[in-house]
Each structure stands twice: as C-alpha cells, then as structure tokens.
C-alpha cells in the first residue's frame, strides 16, 4: 500500500475535514468532519473497528493540508 486508506482532507473555508476512504479501487466520501468525534462516528459506520486507536497511525490515516485534529477553518 502507497498511501493510507483513510484521507482527512485540508480544512475548508467553511472549517471542517473531507473524510474519504479508499476501498475496493475507488475513494468513498464519509462526509464532512468537524471534530474528530465526527470523524469516529463517520469510521465506524464504514466498519473501522476501534476507529479511536488509529486516528494517529499514518498507515491507516493520512491528515492532509492541516496538523492532525484541528478542524477550524482554514
């Protein structure tokens, strides 16, 4: 694997994160984070088990654009 499947895009204008998940040869889009409660909410309903234990392991997620947990605009 080149990248983490799980991308936490930049912060956008608006604030808030991007979340994608590449699964099956495509990137899926979870939906908008603005705190990385969301963002476990948004892991587990794609079947992460445990999503909290791998918010900081750079094999499974990728912060893009922005330090890793911050979700204010950008």
Known sequence: ???????????SIAGGRRVTVHSS??????????????????????????????LDDPQWVEWRGGPAHEFHAA
């Not at 694997?1 to 912060?11: D, L």
């Not at 309903?45 to 445990?50: I, K, L, Q, S, W």
């Open 1 to 11: 694997m080149t990248s983490a499947p799980i991308v936490v895009h930049r912060p």
């Open 25 to 54: 040869g495509r990137d899926e889009i979870l939906g908008t984070a603005y705190s990385d409660h969301d963002l476990v909410v948004f892991l587990e309903g794609a079947g992460v088990a445990d999503p909290e234990a791998i």
